[in-house]
DNA sequence: TCAAAAGTGTTCAGGGTACACCCATGG
DNA sequence: CCATGGGTGTACCCTGAACACTTTTGA
């Protein structure tokens, strides 16, 4: 590739991932402790830097995949900090990234291994750097998404209740909400199917068991 | 600063910005035409590169700074560009910025300097690299935001009649709105507050200049 | 038989939308 | 006196919120 600015300073680019799962049914993102200077010892989100021949985007879905095992995952660029001192070492930029996973479906085996633990959103201490900032912005994008787009169902097993679809929703948004308005609402989206399956774990009764439809999203909400 | 990631690849970060202006009641944005390779003559966006001792916000502020005279502006980011390929020169990680600007108060003189020109969103022909893509999630960004946010002022003169309000309103949602139903929606809003100023300029009646009063919003929109 | 979760309709209020006419004035 | 843009109120509908009881079944 030929040089055309040539004159121009150069900056290692980091990614950042806010990692969402719901770890018994509380919100919950993957932080690890550094292991290596600076801010060793600090819980702080998985991260890397991005690589020649690699776009942002790509080093962020490696980043997740080394981590979980996980690819083709809801995953959304959330903002990009360029702060000169944002990195007590030496001068970052960092592209933060927010994913949500099913934590059933994700290699513990890799998580371990690199000494990620699941931390419950309401015990996360203060974080290293100003990951703090990112955790913030990604939940506030989640939760505007959560309202507007099919996102719940990238954080639930693939055959789920509707209870268990409704303490999400009451987890992410904040706030509790009526059972019945909730089903009338569900039963009008057209991609939540019912399935002949039916859940016992939770109840003696069991629970009919439901699964998300994304192809029939176009078709219904986009015209 | 101590050097603790030394073995990281290091990139071009550059920043551009998607600066609208209201021209004669018509959305526009400032484009200019590239003088120098790669694309030269090509339209695109204004931009520039980041620098050492300056945040990538800082490099955005100073681009519009030097175009267009005015600081502390509405001004956000959007996303950041990070394709392998998206620069047709040399591989450049950009950030892109949204900027909206009342275009009674920039300095004509600076933009003229600059080779640029305000284009009306419904003629800007494809644009060089990515650009078409910055243009249209700036685009997104706005109209979101519009609803919920006091957006729209930063667009206007200091006093403005309902009927540019609307007018502006219109433009950037894309439709037509009811008159008495817009002005009901104003009247609700304490941050608008009536002048006893007259613009006689549009009519031979006169229409009344109101002006947004931003110190009010806390008190009644946050609580 | 009882505890524990699943499932099910109706009512009401407030917000948003649709809609048409008079006013003031300069030329 | 008339053309042009400025300004004003009401009726209706529909969406969103509040609300309580019955069902099922394993232990």
Redesign the interface.
């Known amino acids: ?5 040539n004159q ?6 980091g990614v950042d991932c806010v990692i969402f799962g719901l770890c018994n049914g509380r919100l919950s993102i993957l932080l690890n402790q550094r292991k290596f ?2 801010e060793k010892g600090r819980w702080s989100l998985m991260g890397g ?9 790509d ?1 962020a879905k490696r980043v997740l995949f080394d981590l979980t095992g996980l690819e083709n995952l809801f995953m959304k ?1 959330v ?2 900090f ?3 001192d944002r990195d007590t ?5 960092s ?1 933060c990234y927010c994913a949500l996973i099913n934590v059933d479906e994700h290699d513990h085996r890799r998580v371990r291994s690199h000494d990620a633990t699941w931390i419950d959103m309401d015990d996360i201490a203060e974080l290293g750097f100003d990951h703090s900032e990112m955790v913030a912005s990604s939940l506030r994008m989640i939760k505007r998404r959560f309202v507007s787009e099919p996102v719940a169902f990238s954080l639930l097993p693939r055959f789920f209740t509707l209870t268990q679809l409704q303490q999400l929703y009451e987890v992410v948004i904040g706030e509790t909400m009526d059972k019945r308005n909730f089903r009338k609402r569900v039963a009008e989206n057209p991609c939540i199917q019912k399935t002949e399956l039916i859940d016992k774990t939770m109840s003696r009764r069991g629970a009919a068991l439901y699964r998300y439809n994304a192809s029939l999203f176009d078709r219904y909400f986009h015209l």
Request: glycine share 6%; aromatic share 12%; hydrophobic share 45%.
């Open positions: 590739m030929a040089i055309f600015y121009q300073n150069r900056f290692i680019v200077e600076p830097f991005v690589r020649d021949n690699e776009s942002v985007d080093a660029q903002h990009t360029g702060d000169v070492g030496e001068r970052v930029i592209v």
